[in-house]
C-alpha cells in the first residue's frame, strides 16, 4: 500500500470553527489532491497541489483553504465550518512526472468530519 | 470537456454470475481511463487503468475493462462475481492541461446476492 496517511480519521467539530485536516505522505509524489466524497456525488475535488507551495482550486473550493510547505504534508484547512462540510474527505497522491501519463491516484483512509 | 457517466448507480447480480458496470466518457482528446473500488468505509483501491497500449484491460481480482473509442465506453466487467465483491465502484476519467486532474464517475454500488 502507498504510503499515505489522514489525520484525524474522525472530527466532530461546531459551526463557526476552523478546522484543519492533514495529509502526509512518503511516496515522494508530486501531485496531492483533496477531495470530498457525498452520497449521490462521487469525490468532488477541493484542491490540489502540484509542487511545493504550488496549489489550485477544483470544482468545490468555497470555504476550504490548503498548504503544502513540504512535499509529504498537504493541509486542508476549513476557515469557519458549517454543516454542508459534513462529508467523508479523501486524499490522494499522484507520480505526476513530466511525461504523460496514465498516472494513477493512490488514496488515504479517508477523515470522517461532522459539523453540528 | 472531459466527463464521466455511471449508467447505473446500483447493481445486483447472484454469486457466480457475470458483472458488468457501464461507464461512458465524454473526452477531447484520447482519455485516460481508471476503475477504482471502495468497500465499505474504506479508501479508493485501483482496479485497472487504460494506457492505449491494449483496448482489453485485465486488472486486479478478475476484473477488466474494454475500451471501445466508437462508443466512448469503457464498461467494467467480470465472469463470475463473488461475495468479497459487493463495494462501490468508480470510474475515472483523467485530464492534462498544464497539471493532472481527475473526474469521478458517481459510482455504482454493486450488491452479490448469496
Known amino acids: 500500500d502507498a504510503g499515505i496517511t489522514q489525520s484525524p480519521r474522525h472530527k466532530v467539530t461546531e459551526t463557526g470553527t476552523p478546522v484543519t485536516l492533514r495529509c502526509h505522505q512518503t511516496?515522494?509524489?508530486?501531485?496531492m489532491y483533496w477531495y470530498r466524497q457525498d452520497p449521490g456525488h462521487g469525490l468532488r475535488l477541493i484542491h490540489y497541489?502540484?509542487?511545493?507551495?504550488?496549489?489550485d482550486k477544483g470544482e468545490v473550493s468555497d470555504g476550504y483553504s490548503v498548504s503544502r510547505s513540504k512535499t509529504e504534508d498537504f493541509l486542508l484547512t476549513l476557515e469557519s465550518a458549517t454543516s454542508s462540510q459534513t462529508s467523508v474527505y479523501f486524499c490522494?497522491?499522484?507520480?505526476?512526472?513530466?511525461?504523460?501519463?496514465?498516472?494513477?491516484?493512490?488514496f488515504g483512509p479517508g477523515t470522517r468530519l461532522t459539523v453540528t | 470537456a472531459q466527463s464521466v457517466t455511471q449508467l447505473d448507480s446500483h447493481v445486483s447480480v447472484s454469486e457466480g454470475t457475470p458483472v458488468l458496470l457501464r461507464c461512458n466518457y465524454s473526452?477531447?482528446?484520447?482519455?485516460?481511463l481508471f476503475w477504482y473500488v471502495q468497500h465499505p468505509n474504506k479508501g479508493l483501491q485501483l482496479l485497472l487503468k487504460?494506457?492505449?497500449?491494449?483496448?482489453l484491460v485485465k486488472g486486479i481480482n478478475g476484473f477488466e475493462a474494454e475500451f471501445k473509442k466508437s462508443e466512448t465506453s469503457f464498461h467494467l466487467t467480470k465472469p463470475s462475481a463473488h461475495m468479497s465483491d459487493a463495494a462501490e465502484y468508480f470510474c475515472?476519467?483523467?485530464?492534462?492541461?498544464?497539471?493532472?486532474?481527475?473526474?469521478f464517475g458517481t459510482g455504482t454500488r454493486l450488491k452479490v446476492l448469496a
Open positions: 473526452s477531447s482528446y484520447s482519455p485516460s
Open positions: 511516496e515522494n509524489h508530486r501531485y
Open positions: 497541489s502540484y509542487g511545493v507551495k504550488d496549489t
Open positions: 490522494a497522491i499522484s507520480e505526476g512526472r513530466e511525461e504523460r501519463g496514465p498516472y494513477e491516484q493512490y
Open positions: 475515472v476519467v483523467s485530464l492534462f492541461s498544464g497539471t493532472y486532474k481527475y473526474i
Open positions: 487504460y494506457t492505449s497500449a491494449a483496448t
